[in-house]
C-alpha cells in the first residue's frame, strides 16, 4: 500500500486487503461514482492511484491524456480489462467488449465496415419501420386520450424489437406480445444488474479467481437461445436466398470477404450527429491471419451489439424524455423542428437517414443529454506495454504492463473546468460545436477502441425521439420523482423511481 507513495502519486486510502472495492459495499454511493473518487479528490494531477484489493491501478484526469493513450499511444493501451473464456461464456467471449489482442484486432477491423454511415442508411429502413410501427399501437392504444406510462420500459422494448430487427434478423412486437421469447431472452441477454452485474464485479476485481472457477456471466440459456436462433435465420437465407439489410447479412458478407466500406458514398453519411464516435482504421498484423467468421462468431457479434446498444440507448431515451418534460420551452422548441421537418416528408410522418441528419436542435438535445447523462460513467484500459508520460508536478509517471486503468467519463462531462453549470441541462453549448471541449466530451469513448455503435445508438434514438414527439406531448406524472433521484445500486445509469410521464395525444 505505499506504491503510489514511493512514486509521488496522491491516491484513495485503500482499506486494507480490499483496497477500494470496500466502498463498492459501504459508501450507498453509485459504482461509477466509487471508481471515479479521486477525481474530485485531487484537482491537480494528471492521474491518481487507487488499489483494487491489494493490487495498483489508476484513474486519468486529464482528457488530453485518455486521448493520447487511446489514439497515439494505443499500443500500450490494446485491452479493455475484462477477458472472458470462451468455452464458458461462449457469446459474451466473442463479444468486442471482452476480447483483447490480435482476436480484437480481427474482429474489431471485420465489424467495422458494417457500421460506416451507408451501411447505416441502408439499415435505417428497418429501424424507422420497427419504431414506427410500435408507435402506431401506443397512439391506437392511447384513443386520443392522455395515459401514464414507465417509459424505461416503453423503450427497452422498442429498444429490443428494433435490435433484434435489425441484430437477429427477426421482427418481434414486444409492446402486444409482452412477454415474446425474443424480449425475454433479450431483457436477460442485456441484463447488466442483479448476477450478471455482480459477476462483471467479480471479473474485475477477482479476476483470477473468476477464472479459476469458470462461472459464466451470460446464462446459458440465453446463450444457446441465440445460437440457436442465428444459425437457423443463417440456413433459412442461405436455402432461400434471402437477403435483408440487416447486421446478419452484413456479417454473412464479412463471412464470405466481400463487406466493403462502400468509401464513395461515405462522406455525407458518416456524420450521425456532433456525439458521433470518430472512425479509427484498425490494422491487421503480419501473421495475424484472417478471420473465419463461424455462426458462434456471428451470433457472438450480434449479440454484442445487443449487450452494449439496449440498455445505453434507453438510458439516452429515458433522460432525454425526463428533460423534455421538466423543461417544456425546450420540449416545445424540439417539436416545432420535428413539425417543419414532417412538414417536407413525402408521408408526413416516415423521417430517413438524411432528414434526421439535418434536424440541428435534436442533435443539440441528444448531444446535451450524453453530456449530462452519460449512460455509460467509466470505461478502462489495460496497459499492455509499459507506458511513461510527465505529471504536472513535472515528475515522471510509468504505468507498468497488466495495470488496469479508469476513464471517468462522467467526472469529465461534469467538470465546470470544461462545461460551466455543468448540472444545467442546456442543449444551447452545442450550438456552436467549436467551443466544446472534445477531449473531455467523449460519451462513446476515444480512439480505436472507441463505441463502434454510436451511429446506431444516435440514429435510433433520434429517430425514436422523433416519433415520440410527432404523437404525443410529454409531460411528468405525479408519481416522477423531480429532480430526479438517480439509482445508486443500479449498474447502469437509472431512476431510482422510474421515469413516469403522461403521454399526451397530439390529435384527439
Ligand atoms: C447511447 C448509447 C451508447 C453509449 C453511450 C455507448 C458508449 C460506449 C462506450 C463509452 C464504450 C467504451 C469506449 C472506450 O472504452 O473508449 C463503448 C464500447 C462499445 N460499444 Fe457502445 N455505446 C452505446 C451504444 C452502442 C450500440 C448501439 C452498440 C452496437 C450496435 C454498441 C456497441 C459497442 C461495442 C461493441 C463496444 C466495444 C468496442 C471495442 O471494444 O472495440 N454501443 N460504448
Redesign the pocket.
Known amino acids: 500500500y505505499d506504491y503510489f507513495e514511493k512514486r509521488n502519486i496522491p491516491y484513495v486510502q485503500p482499506v486494507p486487503l480490499f483496497g477500494q472495492v470496500w466502498s463498492f459495499f459501504s459508501q450507498g454511493k453509485h459504482a461509477v461514482d466509487v471508481a471515479s473518487e479521486g477525481y474530485a479528490m485531487f484537482p491537480n494531477t494528471r492521474i491518481s492511484g487507487v488499489f483494487t484489493m491489494r493490487n495498483p491501478a489508476y484513474l486519468v484526469h486529464d482528457p488530453v491524456l485518455y486521448k493520447q493513450m487511446?489514439i497515439k499511444d494505443f499500443d500500450h493501451f490494446t485491452d479493455?480489462v475484462t477477458e472472458l473464456d470462451k468455452d464458458v461464456d461462449p457469446l459474451l467471449a466473442r463479444?468486442?467488449?471482452f476480447?483483447n489482442g490480435t482476436s480484437?484486432r480481427h474482429?474489431?477491423s471485420g465489424?467495422s465496415p458494417a457500421?460506416t454511415g451507408s451501411k447505416m442508411r441502408g439499415m435505417f429502413g428497418l429501424l424507422s419501420k420497427s419504431a414506427g410501427d410500435a408507435m402506431d399501437r401506443l397512439t391506437m392504444f392511447a384513443r386520443g386520450k392522455p395515459f401514464t406510462m414507465e417509459l424505461r420500459d416503453l423503450y427497452s422494448r422498442l429498444g429490443n424489437d428494433v435490435?433484434t430487427s435489425i441484430?437477429f434478423g427477426v421482427e418481434v412486437d414486444s409492446l402486444t406480445d409482452r412477454d415474446n421469447e425474443f424480449f425475454v431472452k433479450g431483457k436477460r441477454l442485456a441484463k447488466i444488474d442483479g448476477l450478471p452485474g455482480a459477476k462483471l464485479l467479480m471479473t474485475l476485481i477477482l479476476p483470477k479467481l473468476f477464472r479459476l472457477l469458470r462461472i459464466s456471466v451470460m446464462y446459458k440459456d440465453v446463450s444457446d437461445f441465440y445460437l440457436d436462433a442465428v444459425s437457423r435465420n443463417i440456413r433459412l437465407r442461405e436455402s432461400n436466398n434471402i437477403t435483408r439489410p440487416d447486421?446478419i447479412h452484413l456479417l454473412l458478407q464479412a463471412r464470405k470477404n466481400t463487406l466493403g466500406s462502400g468509401k464513395h458514398d461515405e462522406e455525407k453519411l458518416q456524420n450521425a450527429g456532433f456525439s458521433t464516435?470518430e472512425t479509427h482504421a484498425v490494422e491487421q498484423k503480419a501473421g495475424d491471419g484472417r478471420m473465419s467468421w463461424e455462426d458462434v462468431d456471428i451470433t457472438g457479434a450480434a449479440a454484442?451489439?445487443?449487450?452494449?446498444?439496449?440498455e445505453?440507448?434507453t438510458?439516452?431515451l429515458c433522460f432525454a424524455s425526463y428533460e423534455l418534460a421538466v423543461n417544456p420551452s425546450i420540449q416545445d422548441r424540439l417539436r416545432a423542428e420535428v413539425d417543419e421537418t414532417r412538414e417536407a416528408l413525402p408521408d408526413g410522418k416516415t423521417p430517413t437517414y438524411e432528414v434526421l441528419q439535418k434536424m440541428t436542435f435534436m442533435d443539440m438535445v441528444i448531444s446535451e443529454t450524453?453530456r449530462r447523462w452519460?449512460?455509460?460513467g467509466v470505461?478502462?484500459?489495460k496497459c499492455t506495454k509499459d507506458y511513461t508520460f510527465t505529471n504536472t508536478d513535472g515528475t515522471k509517471v510509468t504505468i507498468l504492463k497488466g495495470q488496469n486503468v479508469s476513464?471517468p467519463?462522467k467526472s469529465f462531462q461534469l467538470d465546470e473546468k470544461f462545461f460551466p453549470e455543468p448540472l444545467r441541462f442546456n442543449p444551447d453549448r452545442f450550438a456552436d460545436p467549436t467551443s466544446i471541449n472534445q477531449d473531455a466530451f467523449?460519451?462513446?469513448?476515444?480512439?480505436?477502441?472507441?463505441?463502434?455503435?454510436?451511429r446506431?445508438?444516435?440514429m435510433?434514438?433520434k429517430c425514436i425521439l422523433f416519433y415520440m414527439l410527432s404523437n404525443f406531448t410529454i409531460q411528468p406524472d405525479a408519481k416522477l420523482t423531480i429532480p430526479l433521484v438517480t439509482d445508486e445500486t443500479s449498474a447502469g445509469l437509472n431512476a431510482k423511481h422510474g421515469f413516469w410521464m403522461n403521454l399526451v395525444p397530439r390529435q384527439a
Open positions: 487511446a479493455h463479444s468486442l467488449f476480447i480484437w474482429h474489431r465489424l457500421f435490435m441484430s447486421f464516435a454484442s451489439f445487443f449487450f452494449g446498444g439496449i445505453t440507448t438510458t439516452l450524453l452519460p449512460p455509460l470505461t478502462n484500459r476513464i467519463i467523449v460519451p462513446f469513448g476515444t480512439g480505436l477502441r472507441n463505441c463502434i455503435g454510436s446506431v445508438a444516435l435510433q434514438a
